[in-house]
């Protein structure tokens, strides 16, 4: 998935992560309202002095009179003190949430540049991309538990969980002796990984009024600048002089702080009635969790497959099918793949976005190494431009005056994708400048932040209260699917059209080995599969 990307959190400045809970109204929000069916839309009740904020499993929903102020403050049209995502009433879960999302980033940037090192020093090349994708298949279950887990007893214990095994798993990983022991680390890392994204997006939900969360949104990519751009420099400084583990060991530690700043305001957020009460088993039990544990699984067969290119692939490539198709048609909403109006749609786009994004993305420091004898570190410096322009682009759809224009910016951004992509090939021409790929990308990344800001902005619009988890883990999911389909689409048209061995060319031991033409048909298929996400944008409401 990204998991390990910005739009992961509903986002911006990469690719993220990230997408959404309740509707646009105060009921929406989960401000105040007990979700039952004689309670009048953003009714509340309130508390005796002294009375627990948070309601337990099954109670009907109380607020404080502190709740009562901040709603509303929240809706006194922007003025006063209160009035934005760092006012009084929002500044401590702001900046915590906020250093969340920059600690995820930096690790996620750091990490590609630490992982060639880690897995020569633990002598597992062979199961190199299996230390991604234990992060991408783990959190596709995550994402699915911390759905139900927060529609049935709200987003504190998976928010909280998820931080814990994030934390974790970078230990893990860090003081790993083995390659297994570190997939294992960045399996756990992706278990907390999908659990955090999904419970951010609830608590936005519940905690900031509809006008503000555009705001909250377009902060979820800022957060991403500044680790996209120092991450890899600081991880390969680490890297250098105090060992490749320190990158992962070192933030752990770092994570407390955010949550010492956030955990009054969890504390005291509302929640609305919660669906049918039941303890971990059935949660783990429950539908949507088997179906995504049966997508992770075919995950990881389709990967053992790929990887094995062999009669007796066959199987695993055949099991891996016939789990992952089911479950991706059950897990997402209905009317998903035929683009119907609303919510599906939305859901879709995020897919198609980010897939065609982090595919084309995933080429383009090979292409220049192997077709313009760039350096790495300068191939991926090309990139860094986008992370940028995709804060401005989501700083831009969080415009009040803009709001009017929300399909029309999806479109818009949909377009500059496009065109980004197709324009990245040119480089293989000899008269053309390097620095065309640099340019195209600051293009994308402004259309990514007007799209995937906005999907998460509409999620939480289209979506009732008691959806909330769910609905958020359904447009990760499609992140993610996205992701993995259109990457591995990618690596078949390369193939296919004589691009040869990715890692040998990567090293450098052939630049012939990657025809340009293999490039060509990786770029067309990704512009192409942007322009389909245009005309889905234009069904999203």
Known sequence: MTADRPHDFGTGAGTGTGTGPHPGSAEGAGIGTDGGADAAPGAVTPAAPGAESIAPPGAEITATPGHLARAAAADDGGGGPDGGILGRAHRALTLGIVSVVSLVAFEASAVNTAMPVAARALDGIGLYAFGFSAFFTASLFAMALAGE??????????????????????????????????????????IGGGLVVVSLYVVVGRAYPERLRPSIMASFSAAWVVPVIVGPLVAGTVTEHLGWRWVFLAIPALILLPLVVMLPALRTLPRTRPAPAGGVRQVLGSRRCLLALAVAVGACLLQYAGQHPAWSALLPAAAGLALLAPGIV????????????????????????????????????????????????????????????????SYVQSRPR?????????????????????????????????????????????????????????LLKLSRPEEAGSNSASLQMSDALGNVTFVGLGGVLFVAFGGGEIGASASGASAAMSHPAAFVAVFAMMAAVALAGSVTACRVK
């Open 402 to 458: 803009l709001e009017p224009y929300r399909e029309r910016l999806m479109v818009l951004g949909m377009v500059l994708l496009a065109l980004a992509i197709a324009l990245v090939p040119l480089v293989l021409l000899d008269g053309v400048p390097a620095g065309i790929v640099a340019a195209a990308w600051t293009l994308g990344g402004f259309g990514m932040g007007l799209n995937i800001s906005s999907a998460g902005v509409l």
């Open 330 to 393: 059950r897990l997402l909403p209905r009317g998903t793949f035929r683009a119907a109006r609303g919510l599906p749609s939305v859901v879709l786009l995020r897919g198609l976005a980010a897939g065609a994004l982090v595919a084309a993305e995933s080429f383009i420091p090979l292409m220049l190494v192997t077709q313009r004898g760039l350096s790495a570190t300068v191939a991926g410096l090309s990139l860094t431009g986008g992370g940028l322009t995709w804060a401005l682009g």
């Open 149 to 190: 887990w927060s529609d049935r007893r709200g987003p504190l214990g998976p928010l909280f969980s998820g931080i814990a095994a994030f934390g974790t798993g970078l230990l893990i990983a860090g003081a790993a002796r083995s390659m297994g022991m570190f997939i294992v680390g960045r399996g756990v890392q992706g």
